[in-house]
């Protein structure tokens, strides 16, 4: 089993940044892609980015792409999604998730076998 738990979410003004954290409670993550999504009220979970843990590659949505940056801090088990020139079309709930099926689509909310309980983001206009 593998607990997850995202941090740093609240509210900030358009054109803001935010950085999320997602700590795992287990240090062995080679081989696992570690996953961002968000959930907007009344709209489904969708991709945000991801990151090998063991490697350099990511991923990232459309949406988000030269705005939003993830990375890992292997140490500390901690993957980051650094969020800047937010818009308000970036507010939902951001959870963090982590998988060990890398033959899966990465950018799929099925591929992901462990769930954060999400923060919360608010961006306001």
């Known amino acids: 089993q593998v607990q997850l738990v995202e941090s740093g979410g609240g509210l900030v003004q358009a054109g803001g940044s935010l950085r999320l954290s997602c700590t795992a409670s287990?240090?062995?993550?080679?081989?696992?892609?570690m996953g961002w999504f968000r959930q907007a009220p009344g709209k489904e979970r969708e991709f945000v980015a991801a990151?090998?843990?063991?490697?350099?590659?990511?991923y990232y949505t459309d949406a988000v792409k030269g705005r939003f940056t993830i990375s890992r801090d292997s140490a500390k088990r901690t993957v980051f999604l650094q969020m800047n020139s937010l818009k308000p079309e970036d507010t939902a709930v951001y959870y963090c998730?982590?998988?060990?099926?890398?033959?899966?689509?990465?950018?799929?909310?099925?591929?992901?076998?462990?769930w954060g309980p999400g923060t919360q983001v608010s961006v306001s206009s």
């Open positions: 287990r240090s062995t993550f080679s081989n696992y892609y």
């Open positions: 990151i090998v843990w063991s490697g350099d590659n990511t």
């Open positions: 998730a982590a998988t060990s099926r890398t033959w899966a689509p990465y950018s799929a909310t099925g591929s992901y076998v462990y």
